[in-house]
């Protein structure tokens, strides 16, 4: 009798546990940061206000822990003056424990935005310890001029 109810006790503990599993979601890694924003541990951020901006870009975005603990940083991207000849870009740099580092760029021509990174986000592994953005203006593809300045958006 004792090991039936162990069995029982272990078959739903198991169960309750895969309920409660995350399902994977391409490039976010099973969270949606717009669904957890105002009560979840992601943080919005905004190079517009800071050293990171720069005239013709405007880039806004998410950043926080993942369950997994990597961390994810999200965003939109677009080009804020219409007709002066420039796309608009952002950058962004992250830190990691090691001494390495890495870069994502995105880039976009359209008053309309572009989302930052791939699948809802960029993902970052747990040893990163800073992240941080600027804006730029571009032609053919490429950034051409950066922001005189950056806004860290994550430090650990």
């Not at 599993?21 to 905004?46: I, K, R």
């Not at 993902?123 to 800073?130: G, I, K, L, P």
């Amino acid at each position: 009798m004792r090991k039936h109810l162990v069995l029982a006790a272990t078959a739903a503990a198991l169960g309750a546990g895969l309920l409660a599993a995350p399902s994977a979601q391409a490039g976010t890694d099973g969270m949606n940061p717009h669904t957890t924003v105002l009560g979840g541990p992601f943080l919005g951020w905004n190079a517009n206000h800071h050293a990171s901006n720069i005239k013709g870009a405007s880039a806004t975005g998410h950043e926080g822990p993942l369950d997994n603990g990597r961390v994810m940083v999200d965003g939109w991207l677009r080009d804020s003056v219409k007709g002066d000849g420039h796309a608009a870009c952002v950058q962004i740099h992250a830190k990691y424990a090691d001494g390495g580092t890495r870069d994502e760029w995105v880039y976009t021509s359209s008053a309309d935005g572009k989302s930052i990174g791939p699948g809802g986000g960029y993902t970052f592994a747990s040893s990163v310890r800073t992240i941080w953005v600027r804006e730029g203006i571009g032609n053919g593809g490429h950034c051409t001029r950066m922001a005189g300045g950056v806004y860290t958006i994550y430090l650990r």
